[in-house]
Structure formats: C-alpha cells, structure tokens
C-alpha cells in the first residue's frame, strides 16, 4: 500500500497507471473508518485495476466549527484497516495541499439540496461538492463509490459530476449496519454508552415504519417522531418522506412511485442520519 501526502505526486502516480491502461477507483473518506468504508473498498478493489482512498477532514463542509474539532481523527488505525482490506494507494492530503488558495466557487444545485441536510446544515453541501470536484481533479477516477447512508450528499455529487462534466462513474454502496441495526457512521464513536444503546431506536422506528405504509404520511411521520422521542436521549432534527430522485418532500404517497424515509436524530451532542426505501 503506498502512501502519498502531496497533490502532485498522486496525480502523477495516476497518470502512471492510466498509461498501463489500468481503471481507477476512488473512495473518498474523512477517516475515523468502520466496516461501512471498508465495504466500498472492496467493492472498488474488484471492479477496478487501482483503488485511491483518500482521507482529508474537509473544514469547508462543515457548519459548526465545535463538529469539525470534535470529528475524531484516527488515522494510524485507518492506515492498518485499509492496509487489511488490500487497498493499494491512500491519499493524505492537508488542507493547503487541497485549498492552496481559498475555494469560492458556488455550486447551485435547485432544490436538491434546499431540504433536509441543506437546510440544518446551510452551506455544507456546497463545501462537499468543492472537495469531491478537487479530488476527482487530482484522481480522475474511473468510478467513485459513496454509502447511501448519505442519500442527499449521493444526489449531490451525482448533480455536481454532471454539472462539471467528469467522467466518472458514480456508484452507490448500500448501508452497512451495526448488530442492532444502527448505520454504521464515524460519529458512532463519539457516543456514550447509554446514547449508543439509545441510538439503535433509530433504525428499528424506521423498519417498523415500512410496516406501516397504510398510513397516510402525515401520520406515520407523527408516529415516528414520536416513538423516538420517547427515549429522553434522542431528538429527531427532521424526519422526512421524499422522492428518491428529486428528493421533493412527499405530502402524499400517490406523489411517487419511489419514496424514501430520511432522518436525522440527535443522541445527545451526536447527530446521526439514516434512511430507508419504501419501494
């Protein structure tokens, strides 16, 4: 596994191996790594020739300075789980190696990113959108794998790829799960043992939701909120019903043929998101 910190070096690396005629892939990650990243390497590793992790905290996609000291940052222990996994380069940039000059750009996305995400998090999809484009400057992959836990971030770079014309393909992984059925996610580890026990509620309100599709969407929202709120360590952000290509908010289930159930919750100071498909 080879090691690179220095923009340069990794685009020369991969033009390197674009001269051997060899496909890339590129598994974007802020570190702190689980099981869920590891499931998009391997996948990586078996549809393409080379596989590039790169891990870079991004200071521009977050929107609460206390969130971007408090990501934990557990990079040794990255390097051995992707070293295991058999990924052959990682990219470790720092944050002048990917913003020599500050980055201005604003991307404008519709309504894609107005709802949800976009709207707690004011600004955090644009600063997403402007590290994932200077990565795929620097890697030119193939094909770039992202989790699904992130859904709205998913529609986001899909946009973005096509807005800036790149030619990669972008592949969705599903959401790899805890025992309890929690969404696996790097914040996981910055939760207390009784809010990590409280966390699983999450994802079995939102399984239990999808039994109960009879009812009218105003109404299973109410029950889902509701039924996680009773647990004095969670708050439920939003809980929305939405379309799964245009992530229009759903009123009505006869609105689309494909909706999806997205949430966000907060287990103490932690905030965790996770969502299913209803079709």
Same mark, same amino acid.
């Given at each position: 596994m080879v090691i690179t910190y220095k923009s340069a070096e990794m685009k020369a690396k991969i033009v390197s191996h674009r001269n051997n005629g060899e496909t890339i892939g590129f598994v974007p990650t802020m570190g702190a790594l689980h099981q869920g990243h590891i499931s998009l390497i391997q996948k990586s590793l078996r549809e393409n020739e080379i596989t590039v992790c790169s891990i870079f905290v991004n200071p521009t996609?977050?929107?609460?300075t206390n969130d971007l000291l408090n990501y934990p940052r557990?990079? %040794? =222990?990255?390097?051995?789980?992707?070293?295991?996994?058999g990924c052959n380069n /990682?990219?470790?940039?720092?944050?002048?190696?990917i913003y020599p000059v500050p980055d201005t750009r604003i991307f404008d996305f519709g309504e894609l990113d107005k709802s949800m995400e976009g709207k707690y998090r004011p600004g955090h999809f644009n600063g997403v959108a402007q590290v994932v484009s200077k990565f795929f400057e620097i890697v030119l992959p193939d094909r770039a794998y992202f989790g699904e836990k992130d859904f709205q971030q998913l529609a986001i770079i899909k946009a973005m790829t096509k807005m800036l014309k790149f030619r990669t393909d972008i592949v969705p992984c599903p959401i790899i799960r805890e025992k309890d059925g929690l969404a696996m996610s790097s914040r996981n580890k910055l939760l207390s043992p009784e809010h990590r026990k409280s966390a699983s509620l999450i994802s079995k309100s939102?399984?239990? $939701?999808? #039994?109960? %599709?009879?009812?009218?969407? $105003? =109404?299973? %929202?109410?029950?889902?909120?509701?039924?996680?709120? $009773?647990d004095k360590n969670l708050k439920v952000e939003y809980f929305e019903i939405v379309d799964f290509d245009s992530l229009k908010?759903? #009123?009505h289930w006869a609105d689309s043929s494909k909706p999806m159930a997205c949430?966000?919750?907060? $287990?103490?100071? /932690?905030?965790?998101?996770?969502? /299913?498909r209803f079709f």
């Amino acid at each position: 596994m080879v090691i690179t910190y220095k923009s340069a070096e990794m685009k020369a690396k991969i033009v390197s191996h674009r001269n051997n005629g060899e496909t890339i892939g590129f598994v974007p990650t802020m570190g702190a790594l689980h099981q869920g990243h590891i499931s998009l390497i391997q996948k990586s590793l078996r549809e393409n020739e080379i596989t590039v992790c790169s891990i870079f905290v991004n200071p521009t996609q977050f929107n609460n300075t206390n969130d971007l000291l408090n990501y934990p940052r557990t990079l %040794k =222990e990255d390097l051995i789980m992707l070293r295991e996994a058999g990924c052959n380069n /990682v990219f470790v940039p720092s944050e002048r190696e990917i913003y020599p000059v500050p980055d201005t750009r604003i991307f404008d996305f519709g309504e894609l990113d107005k709802s949800m995400e976009g709207k707690y998090r004011p600004g955090h999809f644009n600063g997403v959108a402007q590290v994932v484009s200077k990565f795929f400057e620097i890697v030119l992959p193939d094909r770039a794998y992202f989790g699904e836990k992130d859904f709205q971030q998913l529609a986001i770079i899909k946009a973005m790829t096509k807005m800036l014309k790149f030619r990669t393909d972008i592949v969705p992984c599903p959401i790899i799960r805890e025992k309890d059925g929690l969404a696996m996610s790097s914040r996981n580890k910055l939760l207390s043992p009784e809010h990590r026990k409280s966390a699983s509620l999450i994802s079995k309100s939102l399984f239990d $939701a999808l #039994n109960n %599709k009879d009812l009218p969407v $105003a =109404e299973l %929202k109410f029950r889902v909120i509701n039924t996680i709120h $009773a647990d004095k360590n969670l708050k439920v952000e939003y809980f929305e019903i939405v379309d799964f290509d245009s992530l229009k908010l759903l #009123n009505h289930w006869a609105d689309s043929s494909k909706p999806m159930a997205c949430i966000a919750v907060f $287990a103490g100071q /932690v905030r965790l998101i996770d969502n /299913v498909r209803f079709f």
